[in-house]
């Protein structure tokens, strides 16, 4: 059915029905996809954020369903719908993780690796570069790049440099598109940095990330002129 919502009675009609038809489709149908919509129907649409937390949680334990462990994580860790728990949130992001986002596994990892004192998470790098490297296999790019920096620079008493593998997760971070280790590999490249130099190579990737930047810029662009007007 089309919706040519022209007053503000049609608005809240048609946001009426649609927080309606989520909430038939997440109790009574019982589809996580749709509890996880109702989770954003109440963030966004109710401002209910306490609400959301419970069906995000919810989500997440009843049926294993990835986003919602991921969105429930970001709650417990920002104190979104209930009071700030890091160890929660950690808790939920490796739910996440195990149940195959790539972002939860991502700031998994990141807890792991961060030395912040807010995070209340222990130190732990071997568990920490696990997860990050979870992330990279399956599909996130800054899983990926951080990798290549741990690799690249070390970690003291921890992790050796190794050119190698910074080299690898760099190819791995700009094949998924992070114009950051696009400009290592180029770097890498011209240097001869865990791979064997070359400088033809080298300018391939330069060029690629002058290319990404562009793309980059046009997507501003509209907001820019937006701004202008």
Same mark, same amino acid.
Not at 127 to 151: A, R
Not at 155 to 182: H, Q, R, W
Not at 214 to 229: D, S, V, Y
């Given at each position: 059915?089309?919706?040519?919502?022209?007053?503000?009675?049609?608005?809240?009609?048609?946001?009426?029905n649609?927080g309606?038809?989520?909430?038939?489709?997440?109790?009574?149908?019982?589809?996580?996809?749709?509890?996880?919509?109702?989770?954003?129907?109440?963030?966004?649409?109710?401002?209910?954020?306490?609400?959301?937390?419970?069906?995000?949680?919810?989500?997440?334990?009843?049926?294993?369903?990835?986003?919602?462990?991921?969105?429930?994580?970001?709650?417990?860790?920002?104190?979104?719908?209930?009071?700030?728990?890091?160890?929660? #949130? %950690?808790? $939920?992001?490796? &739910?996440? @993780?195990?149940? *195959?986002?790539?972002?939860? +596994?991502?700031?998994?990892?990141? !807890?792991?690796?961060?030395?912040?004192?807010?995070?209340?998470?222990?130190?732990?790098?071997?568990?920490?570069?696990?997860?990050?490297?979870?992330?990279c296999?399956?599909?996130?790019?800054?899983?990926?790049?951080y990798?290549?920096?741990?690799?690249?620079?070390?970690?003291?008493?921890?992790?050796?440099k190794?050119?190698?593998? #910074? %080299?690898? $997760?760099?190819? &791995?971070? @700009?094949?998924? *598109?992070?114009?950051?280790? +696009?400009?290592?590999?180029?770097? !890498?490249?011209?240097?001869?940095?865990?791979?064997?130099?070359?400088?033809?190579?080298?300018?391939?990737?330069?060029?690629?990330?002058?290319?990404?930047?562009?793309?980059?810029?046009?997507?501003?662009?509209?907001?820019?002129?937006?701004?202008?007007?």
């Amino acid at each position: 059915m089309a919706w040519d919502l022209k007053t503000d009675e049609e608005v809240k009609q048609y946001l009426d029905n649609l927080g309606t038809e989520y909430r038939f489709g997440c109790l009574s149908e019982k589809k996580p996809e749709v509890c996880h919509l109702l989770g954003d129907f109440m963030e966004s649409i109710k401002k209910d954020f306490n609400k959301a937390a419970l069906l995000y949680r919810s989500t997440c334990d009843d049926y294993q369903f990835s986003r919602s462990c991921h969105k429930f994580a970001s709650y417990a860790l920002t104190g979104k719908g209930g009071p700030a728990d890091p160890s929660k #949130a %950690f808790d $939920y992001f490796k &739910k996440g @993780c195990n149940f *195959g986002d790539a972002d939860s +596994c991502l700031y998994a990892g990141l !807890m792991c690796t961060a030395n912040n004192e807010k995070i209340k998470v222990k130190l732990d790098y071997p568990q920490g570069m696990g997860f990050l490297n979870q992330s990279c296999e399956k599909g996130n790019h800054n899983g990926c790049y951080y990798l290549s920096g741990m690799y690249l620079t070390g970690v003291p008493e921890v992790l050796e440099k190794n050119m190698t593998s #910074a %080299f690898n $997760y760099s190819i &791995k971070a @700009c094949d998924l *598109g992070n114009i950051y280790a +696009c400009a290592n590999v180029s770097r !890498m490249y011209t240097k001869g940095d865990g791979v064997e130099p070359n400088a033809e190579i080298a300018l391939q990737f330069k060029k690629k990330v002058f290319e990404m930047e562009k793309e980059l810029r046009g997507q501003f662009k509209p907001i820019e002129m937006e701004r202008g007007a």
